[in-house]
């Protein structure tokens, strides 16, 4: 088959088995996204709740790439790590620094579950303060007042209200 196809059978073979040792949830994760086998060597070496964590930053960081994880990687714990590997040393960083990064990935990761959790209110919030805009400013009188005595507050409600996604 991989000669008709002109491929390398051991692309296949390691094609094959790209998904073992990564636990279920984080491959779900990456069930519809492209990304290099050698994050799966990465992730390998994470015991199956850092690897789900760091598959979430990577997919809501849309990098999904090597270097990305083996950052990831240094980072994490040791406690984190499966038996027998050892942490990846980077050269050039003091165990102050590594330190100073595994605290800033384990503030980050809160951040993002945080945003995560409020997110869809947040967007209903602002979904209801669009339509309520849009009723003021088709109240003839309301936009007569505001158009004569707040015209910035009236700018900023039109811009509000013409605005179809949130990313505008």
Do not use: W
């Not at 050698?38 to 994470?46: A, E, G, N, Q």
């Not at 990687?73 to 620094?97: C, D, H, N, R, Y």
Request: some cysteine; overall charge positive.
């Amino acid at each position: 088959m991989a000669k008709a196809l002109s491929v390398d059978p051991r692309t296949i073979t390691r094609k094959m088995s790209l998904l073992e040792g990564i636990c279920p949830e984080a491959a779900e994760l990456l069930k519809d996204r492209q990304f290099a086998t050698d994050i799966s060597r990465v992730l390998r070496k994470m015991k199956p709740t850092r690897q789900v964590e760091c598959v979430e930053l990577m997919v809501s960081a849309n990098t999904i790439t090597v270097a990305y994880a083996e950052a990831m990687l240094v980072a994490t714990p040791a406690a984190m790590l499966v038996e027998g590997k050892k942490p990846a040393k980077l050269t050039g960083l003091s165990q102050e620094q590594m330190a100073k990064m595994e605290r800033e990935m384990s503030n980050l990761q809160g951040q993002y579950k945080m945003v995560e959790q409020t997110y869809g209110q947040d967007v209903l919030n602002l979904v209801l303060a669009k339509g309520y805009l849009a009723k003021l400013l088709d109240n003839k009188s309301a936009a007569r007042y505001l158009r004569q005595r707040q015209s910035e507050v009236l700018a900023e409600f039109e811009t509000i209200v013409q605005t179809v996604l949130l990313d505008q």
